[in-house]
Each structure stands twice: as C-alpha cells, then as structure tokens.
T-cell receptor, first 113, second 114 residues
C-alpha cells in the first residue's frame, strides 16, 4: 500500500519569505501522480499543483513550484514571496492508476505579517 | 461553471440514527469520490464511482456505510446506526475519470454524532 509522509506538522514564516514544505512517499509503482492541495479554514480542498511521475521537469504554478526527486520518492513544495492568503493546511497526495488519492497528515502553514 | 456542492454543510445527529449526505459533482464529470477527514488528519478514501457503479469501495469502514449514484451524477453517502466515532468531515470530489486527472473537492459536510 502507498503511504505519504509529511514530517513538518507546523511551519511559520514572515510575509514575502520563501518556504518549503516536505513530502515523501512510498510506492512500488512506476507510473503515478502527485498533488499538493491547500485547505484553508473554509474546509474546501484547493489544488495547488500537480506532477506526473513520468515527467522529469518540475511543475510550477506562479509562486508555487515543486522539487520532484523520483529516486528518493520526495516531492517538496516551494512557495515564493509568501502572502497572508497562503495561510492554510497543506496536504501532499499520491495517486496511482487506481485513481484514489492517498493523503499525508498535512502541514499547517502560517504566514505572519 | 459551478463547482462540487455538498449538502448539508453541517449535520448533527444522535447516536444510532440514520443520516444521508449528498454530493453534486461538476457537470460532465464521470468520476466521483468520497473521503472522510477526522480532526487534524488528512482525508481518507471511502469509495469511488465511475458512472453509476462503484469502481472501488475498499475504503468503506464497515457495512453501516453505503453510497449510491443511481443516475451517474448526484451521489448520496448513507450511514446507518451512527456512532460517535463517525463524527468527521465528509468530503466529496469529482473528476473527468481520466487516469491521473485532478480531483476537485466540495466544501464538505461536517457530521457530529452526539
């Protein structure tokens, strides 16, 4: 069974700083997909970024980028120029070809003014 | 277009009662998923529909939990004889059903069993 581990329960940075959230996963599959979701207090899970395992190029979405290391089974999220609105729970998730998402425990990120 | 909607937003019930939670997916999405999120945890998979049929129900914790999607659109998660341990946020998501496609989530239903 696949597992996802987020080793940082909480993180806190100042506005405009760069922050990196860690995620590792365990799988024996070669073809899979990785996601970062953000969950603000409103509860709604919002997609931040998606990575296909067969693509070597790291995904980027504006201020958000990932460092995908397939051999190390590592998938970290970097947030540049952090903003107050980035304050939320962040979840790393794994999806195999069987479609269901396996989530990590989450990292609570606080951006301070 | 409209996103995934879930009703009710909050549900409080008494131990032993029956509850139904509804999910309305994004129009045109053939795949629908239910997850359960306990306090302070990541969501856990319950069941996945492709069209009207349950493609994977391996996450349902026991036979008190049942879900349907009779017309391939709206889905209802049904919980019989609720227990206090069923208290959680129940999240619904939908996708195109293509391999690896992004799942879009609704706002969830917070279920509290007293």
């Amino acid at each position: 069974a696949q597992t996802v581990t987020q080793s940082q329960p909480e993180m806190s940075v100042q506005e405009a700083e760069t922050v990196t959230l860690s995620c590792t996963y365990d799988t024996s599959e070669n073809n899979y997909y990785l996601f970062w979701y953000k969950q603000p207090p409103s509860r709604q899970m919002i997609l931040v970024i998606r990575q296909e395992a067969y693509k070597q190029q790291n995904a980027t979405e504006n201020r958000f980028s990932v460092n995908f290391q397939k051999a190390a089974k590592s998938f970290s999220l970097k947030i540049s120029d952090s903003q107050l609105g980035d304050t939320a729970m962040y979840f790393c998730a794994f999806m195999s070809t069987f479609q269901k998402l396996v989530f990590g425990q989450g990292t609570r990120l606080t951006i301070n003014p | 277009g409209a996103g995934v909607s879930q009703t009710p937003s909050n549900k409080v019930t008494e131990k032993g009662k029956y509850v139904e939670l509804r999910c309305d997916p994004i129009s045109g999405h053939t795949a629908l998923y239910w997850y359960r999120q306990s306090l302070g945890q990541g969501p856990e998979f319950l069941i996945y529909f492709q069209g009207t049929g349950a493609a994977d129900d391996s996450g349902l914790p026991n036979d008190r939990f049942f879900a349907v999607r009779p017309e391939g659109s709206v889905s209802t998660l049904k919980i019989q004889r609720t227990e206090r341990g069923d208290s959680a946020v129940y999240l619904c998501a939908s996708s195109t059903g293509l391999e690896g496609d992004t799942q879009y989530f609704g706002p969830g239903t917070r279920l509290t069993v007293l």
